[in-house]
């Protein structure tokens, strides 16, 4: 088994930054990428952003363009998402996800941290 533990979520006002971390432990895992996800009251998860391990080639959901950074520190097994210019809408449970290279979608979740963004 592959463990996730998601870290740095919080309260911030609307402008404010956040950086969440994702750190994944356990039995040796090939990794092909890692992801965020998030999940607002009442809604369905949604994509924010993921990173292509071996390339670090990023993606990210349109919402977060520009203002989001998906990083990695590969020593560490660890992912990492910078958050600028939050606005209340980022408001959400923030998931990290990794998938390995032989999968076909993400094998592995983590249990979530909360960002709240007050206006």
């Known amino acids: 088994q592959v463990q996730l533990v998601e870290s740095g979520g919080g309260l911030v006002q609307a402008g404010g930054s956040l950086r969440l971390s994702c750190a994944a432990s356990?039995?040796?895992?090939?990794?092909?990428?890692m992801g965020w996800f998030r999940q607002a009251p009442g809604k369905e998860r949604e994509f924010v952003a993921t990173?292509?391990?071996?390339?670090?080639?990023?993606y990210y959901a349109d919402s977060v363009k520009g203002r989001f950074t998906i990083s990695r520190d590969n020593a560490k097994n660890t992912v990492y998402l910078q958050m600028n210019s939050l606005k209340p809408e980022d408001t959400a449970v923030y998931y990290c996800?990794?998938?390995?290279?032989?999968?076909?979608?993400?094998?592995?979740w983590g249990q979530g941290t909360q960002v709240t963004v007050s206006s």
């Open positions: 996800a990794t998938q390995g290279i032989y999968s076909g979608t993400y094998d592995y």
């Open positions: 356990g039995r040796a895992f090939s990794t092909y990428r």
């Open positions: 990173i292509i391990w071996s390339d670090g080639n990023t």
